[in-house]
């Protein structure tokens, strides 16, 4: 188990006292009057802040436990069975923060064990153990709490902690027109989010548990995912970072040891996963379809920030940010607001009171487990005409782009095209995406093979009378 220099001190000024009192075996009494006499400590400094001193506290543990004769004394007194205990609560609860055990995280065993010699004379003394810890707990947090790293390559050079924490400062405050850039109708959803990350990067998210957490809501294409795939490129640098799981084939009793490993499967898909890809997007999706065993090792991620593998390893997420996304069919959406999806009508309001709607459907189904344990519920619109025409003039923009920069033509898709495509019944972008792709990409990749579209010209795509679409030449 690893074990700070700090620790280390702090044991041995509680053998220390043990020898001085004339003791044979080290306390928990001792533990306290060590963490007390190694001045230069965390737990040192808590307990002075609080009006402590080393010699009240010595005088407090001879009136209670008496002065050895020192017929017992060693020069290397052995801990007591309560004290091994005590140590050893410190080092478990390090190790699944991830961290080394210190002389705060001893003082915090310390204090849970409520039946020790050292918690009885502290209760005496007037102190309250429970927000004790808790002020312990609260102050380990300041020190384990994450904020999002950036993933380096082999053999990139580490940023310094300092221009780490400039350069996510300035990322964190233009997240929301960055996010918003790569959305359309969304930006509700958005704000969600960027708050959330601005929690965990100002240092309040939970030690233990995922970076952040979000279970998403809506229709296909509303822009689940592609709100997923953005985060990975903001908080890991890496737009491969994003690592999409259908929840579906964990839909059998037998597949959900697949997630996390088992006896006949050690390495589960989840842990193999976050082993490989230490800092990442997990974006399960489809989790409405999984099974209640599968869910319940998601919820355990969730809650507690780590899985067991089949080997018996514990696998953290606490670097991690889980999505899980539920597909929510866009006319029942329509049929429980029906005025909430119009543009014009859009706000916080409306996404509040459809989540209100929506919840109840989704804890029926998934359990209220999931909800409670993520950070944030977000409901995702179902995408309209006005934004159907935004992401049409998206694609038309990057469309141009490419062929440019690699065939070196120029290529204007005109208004025409636009409402001509708009004039067809889509029901989500994914149909609209193909309607764009058959009506103007096939078109262009036709002409290119038959080589009438030439290198360095410019072309107009336009519809003609009868409606189907023409390119022409546009004249220098």
Avoid at 11 to 19: D, F, K, S, T, V
Avoid at 352 to 380: A, C, H, Q, S, W
Wanted: glycine share 8%.
């Amino acid at each position: 188990m690893r074990r700070t220099p700090e620790f280390e001190s702090t044991l041995e000024r509680a053998r220390e006292e043990c020898r001085l009192l004339g003791h044979g075996f080290v306390g928990s009494e001792h533990l306290l009057l060590g963490l007390l006499g190694f001045r230069e400590g965390a737990a040192a400094k808590f307990l002075r802040e609080r009006k402590f001193s080393l010699s009240r506290l010595r005088q407090e543990v001879v009136a209670q436990v008496g002065k050895g004769d020192g017929n017992f004394s060693r020069e290397n007194p052995p801990p007591s069975l309560r004290a091994l205990g005590i140590v050893r609560l410190a080092e478990e609860s390090a190790r699944l923060e991830g961290s080394e055990a210190d002389s705060l995280t001893l003082l915090w065993a310390l204090l849970r064990d409520r039946e020790s010699d050292a918690s009885q004379l502290l209760v005496r003394m007037g102190v309250d153990l429970a927000s004790w810890a808790a002020a312990v707990e609260e102050r380990i947090g300041e020190r384990t709490r994450r904020r999002p790293r950036t993933f380096f390559r082999k053999g990139e050079r580490q940023r310094s902690l300092q221009a780490e924490m400039r350069r996510w400062k300035e990322r964190m405050r233009g997240a929301r027109d960055l996010l918003n850039e790569q959305m359309v109708g969304q930006s509700a959803a958005v704000d969600r989010v960027v708050s959330t990350l601005t929690r965990a990067w100002a240092g309040l998210a939970e030690s233990r548990r995922p970076l952040a957490s979000f279970l998403f809501l809506g229709p296909r294409g509303a822009g689940k995912a592609t709100l997923a795939r953005s985060l990975a490129p903001l908080l890991y640098g890496d737009e491969e970072r994003l690592l999409r799981i259908d929840m579906e084939e964990f839909g059998g009793e037998e597949d959900a040891d697949r997630l996390t490993g088992s006896n006949n499967e050690p390495l589960g898909l989840l842990t193999s996963l976050a082993l490989e890809y230490p800092y990442s997007i997990f974006l399960l999706e489809s989790i409405e379809r999984a099974h209640p065993r599968a869910l319940a090792k998601v919820n355990q991620i969730l809650g507690r920030g780590f899985a067991v593998d089949g080997q018996g390893q514990r696998v953290s997420f606490r670097d991690h940010v889980i999505v899980l996304s539920v597909n929510i069919d866009s006319e029942y959406m329509e049929r429980t607001n029906p005025l909430g999806f119009r543009l014009s009508t859009r706000g916080v309001k409306d996404v509040d009171v459809m989540e209100k709607e929506l919840l109840p459907e989704i804890e029926r189904n998934l359990g209220r487990e999931v909800t409670e344990k993520v950070d944030e519920v977000i409901v995702f619109y179902p995408l309209e005409d006005p934004e159907f025409r935004q992401l049409l003039d998206r694609w038309s923009r990057e469309l141009e782009d490419k062929l440019w920069q690699r065939r070196s033509l120029k290529v204007e898709v005109t208004e025409q095209i636009t409402r001509a495509i708009l004039s067809e019944s889509h029901s989500t972008p994914d149909a609209l995406r193909r309607s764009f792709l058959r009506i103007v990409e096939n078109r262009l990749a036709a002409e290119m093979l038959n080589g009438r579209l030439k290198v360095g010209e410019s072309y107009r795509l336009e519809t003609g009378e009868s409606g189907e679409v023409v390119i022409k030449k546009k004249e220098s």
